[in-house]
Antibody, heavy 116, light 108 residues
Framework: QVQLVQTGPEVKTPGASVKISCQASGYTFKNFVLHWVRQAPGQRPEYMGWINGGNGNTKYSQIFQGRLTITRDTSANTAYMDLSSLTSEDTAVYYC?????????WGQGTLVTVSS | IVLTQSPGTLSLSPGERATLSCTASQTVNNNYLAWYHQKPGQAPRLLIYGASTRATGIPDRFNGSGSGTDFTLTISRLEPEDFAVYYCQQYDYSLMWTFGQGTKVEIK
């Protein structure tokens, strides 16, 4: 069965960076796009960007331009989300999700807390 | 594209019918409109995609309809496990997703 397993919770200080991984199993990694979505407490999901598992092409929401990098390692069936220059407003649960026009499978989420 | 959901909260009893609305600020590309529900501490779960197609394993009490800018999710008879927050999501020509602000379906 399809599974997306993310790294555990992170606590960061303002100005730091965070890198979260999303390891896929149960399907052919190169055949699908993986997206990153975050959700602050009590808020709607906020879209961040995607990576094509096959060719590595990426696209980022303009909200995160310059701070967000999404990469993948096809040998490990893993995608990575790297967000820099963190502030308290980046405190949220970060999800990876598989799909193109919609998310048919989600990771379990990674809580990132930014606090001094 | 901005998605606006209504109402913000729906207070209903088990067995009742729920009707949720999602309105887009522009025509949704190819009706690429999906619905999810989310329970506390969990990731969203896909219910409907392509405006009206049920995802795998989703019971037939969930029905999606609409096209263009106006979409509806109907739950014919609420079960206890259906009380959650519901989000609509669209995919557009910029190859990005946007989400509505959510409708909370709570027990009356």
């Amino acid at each position: 069965q399809v599974q997306l397993v993310q790294t555990g919770p992170e606590v960061k200080t303002p100005g730091a960076s965070v890198k979260i991984s999303c390891q896929a199993s149960g399907y052919t990694f190169k055949n699908f796009v993986l997206h990153w979505v975050r959700q602050a407490p009590g808020q709607r999901p906020e879209y961040m960007g995607w990576i094509n598992g096959g060719n590595g092409n990426t696209k980022y929401s303009q909200i995160f331009q310059g701070r967000l990098t999404i990469t993948r390692d096809t040998s490990a069936n893993t995608a990575y989300m790297d967000l820099s220059s963190l502030t308290s407003e980046d405190t949220a649960v970060y999800y990876c999700a598989r799909g193109l026009t919609r998310a048919d499978f989600w990771g379990q989420g990674t809580l990132v807390t930014v606090s001094s | 594209i901005v998605l606006t959901q209504s109402p913000g909260t729906l207070s209903l009893s088990p067995g009742e019918r729920a009707t949720l609305s999602c309105t887009a600020s522009q025509t949704v590309n190819n009706n690429y409109l999906a619905w999810y529900h989310q329970k506390p501490g969990q990731a969203p779960r896909l219910l409907i995609y392509g405006a009206s197609t049920r995802a795998t394993g989703i019971p037939d009490r969930f029905n999606g309809s609409g096209s263009g800018t106006d979409f509806t999710l109907t739950i014919s008879r609420l079960e206890p496990e259906d009380f959650a927050v519901y989000y609509c999501q669209q995919y557009d020509y910029s190859l990005m997703w946007t989400f509505g602000q959510g409708t909370k379906v709570e027990i009356k």
